[in-house]
């Protein structure tokens, strides 16, 4: 087997793991859990998951404090290995462990938002795709030109490069990821009754939960 045929069989075979990034402070949304608000009658969590799940062999939370919260999901709950809020690189990081520890075939994880119910349902594929020809590469998510960082596909390879980066201080995604291959996939807006929205659109403010349940209606009609 070649190199070329080696990597190749490392993008492409195996599973993906998806990691749900429940970690930020929501402190325009008053502080707690945004992931655990109510959105058309569900945990707004419970729609990022049905959102997430078909594109994934695995789930797993990341999030800190006491894990309980997250029971009724039936997911396990990872907490940052970096102490204090270290940001979402952390994140990444308990969620490259986690697959290294408990599917040690995957050489991927993917990370989505909680706050973000509308991301695409072609997510991984187009990742996957992008990174076709390189490995070890990041992929990172956007729309028209906006990065989204937290939106990612991540190789597990890079593990111990993150871990060291974090200890040395690095906390903003893109600084440590242009240190490395990335590639960014732009996804197109969205429609929902006639009005066109990006689909990483998130809930930040009361507001804009409001404008979700509405777009939620919409989807559905």
Not at 24 to 34: I, L, P, S, T, V
Not at 105 to 124: E, I, N, Q, R
Request: net charge negative.
């Amino acid at each position: 087997m070649t190199q070329s045929d080696g990597n190749r069989e490392d993008m492409d075979g195996g599973p993906v793991i998806g990691l749900l990034l429940a970690g930020g402070r929501a402190r325009r949304m008053g502080g707690g859990d945004k992931c655990l608000l109510t959105l058309h009658g569900r945990p707004l969590l419970d729609h990022v998951i049905d959102r997430l799940t078909p594109q994934v062999s695995d789930l797993v939370i990341n999030a800190n404090g006491d894990p309980e919260r997250f029971a009724s999901f039936g997911l396990p709950v990872v907490r940052d290995p970096v102490e204090g809020f270290a940001g979402p690189l952390a994140g990444v990081l308990a969620g490259m462990l986690w697959a290294r520890a408990n599917r040690g075939h995957a050489k991927w994880v993917v990370t989505a938002a909680t706050d973000t119910p509308f991301f695409p349902s072609d997510l991984v594929a187009r990742f996957r795709s992008a990174v076709s020809d390189t490995y070890p590469a990041i992929a990172l998510s956007a729309s028209n030109g906006r990065q989204h960082p937290v939106f990612g596909l991540w190789p597990t390879e890079l593990a111990a490069d993150l871990d060291e980066a974090l200890r040395q201080g690095t906390r903003k995604v893109l600084d440590w990821t242009e240190k490395h291959p990335t590639v960014i996939v732009d996804f197109p807006f969205i429609t929902a009754g006639g009005e066109t929205i990006d689909p990483f659109f998130n809930t930040n403010r009361p507001e804009d939960l409001e404008k979700a349940e509405t777009l939620l209606e919409q989807f559905a009609s």
